[in-house]
């Protein structure tokens, strides 16, 4: 591929060259060589194979310091200045930082640095792998658009297939390795037993695109309220993380913190999403949006969600307070109408749910229904309206719309 700029090509390969004699003397003086990892790829049939990676990223990070002091260090980033779409390159990678350089050292000479020796396998200089790897940076450097990549392992949960919950959106199975190519700590950052059992295998995936510039998307807080709408749509013991993985234009972005209460598994035994509540799921995702407008609806969402990590009676406590924020002062008859058919189930369910506004503890039953009540409220959009339907089936009316039975 003809370069784009041939005077950054060559600055860049300075650079390079000049910090792998560098670094091969910081291993020659140490007397040992580069740490590697074992990565284990499981087959279905047959051994289990391995792969030897060199553990570049970490050597080369601790010396980080020295590298950008070096005088082909500063060459090159003087010749980064001068193209503008390095600097908006670095903005989108970095974020916010102390200096414009620091953000070109840290995303295009120590990014280009250590994708380069992982291609190589260590500091043995390989022509064609520098041209490879400088060539994925130019096409991301010079782009109009960025992609923009998240993942969060998901435990509490299985799937048989793939599913997209909105747009951009997606659970799927983990690919084993995909993480450890950026990231050869990403192990150690995995929950426990992740990838080797069933309810331990899928992850969350948010993709997005980006015109040059923009700013990626808020990738904790999109995955904590799909593992809201999830916990909603399936009762299932679900957490995500504990930390997300990113990338942008293919190229480690960062890893952070799932945000506590997504991270945190609640009690109870592993459950399956299906195709019909992986859509209920993403419908559920879609409306909650609307509570940020409705302090009512937010309150009951955040209270049912503590009550799933709590034992009595701290649990009771906030149901109740769950459903009074829901429904209003007469919501044992409201919520028996919204959460069962017509019958004597019906009236059992009253029954608990008026012991339970009494102060009595909670049966499975009101937990059950505290979750159908909420996933009515947010497919319907309309709390408010949604309560007068009630009212009107309460007294025997025809109602003016249908209600949205509990799934």
Known sequence: MRSRSPQLELALRSFTLGAFAFLLRELEDAGEGLPFAFDEHEQTSGPALYEYRPLVRGFVEERAGR???RDDALLALDELRREPAAAIFARAHAGPKPSEDEALFRTVLLGLLISTAEACGGFDWDDAAFERVYAELERSLFGEHRSYRAVAPLVGLSSGKQLELVPGLRIRAFADAELSRHWPEARGLLPREFGREPDRYCVLELRAG???????????????????????ATAAPLAAGPV???TLDGRPFGIRPVLPIAATQPPGEPDRLDAFRGALAGELLLQLGKADTDAALAEALDRWELSIFQNEPFRSEQLRGALAALLGETWPLR???????????????HADLAAVAAGAGVTEAVVEATRRCLVQAVRHGL???????LDRELLGLERSGALLRAS
């Open 67 to 69: 590298l950008r002091e």
């Open 210 to 232: 980006l015109a040059a510039g923009e700013n990626p998307p808020d990738a904790a807080a999109e995955i904590a309220d799909a593992v809201s709408a999830i916990r909603l």
């Open 244 to 246: 997300i993985f990113e």
């Open 335 to 349: 919520a028996s109408i919204l959460a069962s058919e017509a019958g004597p189930g019906r009236e059992a369910l």
């Open 383 to 389: 709390r408010e309206e949604l309560v007068r339907e």
